[in-house]
């Protein structure tokens, strides 16, 4: 029992510091960039979800928004609400996003769950800021939002544009209803 005890402690311990690392160290898909030039206070405020692929997080849920506001410590205060039309109940989680480099540089990590952090990247950006496309750390993380619960075709068309060259399948995206 000493043996397996002086083994599995120094491996767990090893273990939960490589996901610590790896929690922040987060990434950007290859292939893409995130905007420059960005500007945080125009980017706060209430964004709604019009696509995403199909997260166990987000799983039966519509009526999607992501509210970003300011907190006192420099930090972005995250607010996700969604209804769960399964459940029949609304969802709501609250996070933190700080800037990877340069707040000039539309690559954030977000966080839910401290001490794990996720990329948060936006990628395209129009500029009046009112839709935007959203990258994860990989392929498996996009999401398409708008200030509105609707984008035009010409948006929607250079988003999926975008998306598709840098390697997302983006047949495989949830349009989200908004009632």
């Not at 980017?43 to 970003?68: C, H, P, Q, S």
């Not at 609304?90 to 690559?107: P, Q």
Request: hydrophobic share 35%.
């Amino acid at each position: 029992m000493k043996t397996f005890q002086k083994i599995a402690i120094p491996v767990s311990i090893g273990v939960l510091g490589f996901m610590i690392f790896n929690s922040c160290s987060v990434k950007i898909p290859k292939g893409a960039t995130a905007v420059k030039n960005f500007n945080a206070e125009k980017y706060l405020g209430k964004w709604y979800e019009i696509a995403r692929f199909d997260y166990k997080f987000e799983k039966d849920m519509d009526n999607v928004t992501a509210t970003y506001s300011q907190n006192s410590d420099g930090t972005i205060r995250v607010d996700n609400k969604g209804y769960n039309y399964v459940k029949k109940q609304w969802k709501e989680s609250i996070g933190e996003a700080k800037f990877v480099k340069d707040k000039n540089e539309a690559r954030l990590k977000v966080s839910f769950f401290k001490p794990i952090w996720a990329g948060y990247n936006v990628i395209d950006i129009d500029e009046d800021y009112q839709y935007a496309l959203v990258a994860g750390n990989s392929l498996k993380y996009l999401w398409i939002l708008s200030r509105t619960k609707e984008i035009p075709e010409s948006i929607r068309q250079r988003f999926l544009e975008k998306a598709k060259n840098i390697g997302y399948n983006t047949n495989e995206l949830i349009w989200v209803k908004h009632n």
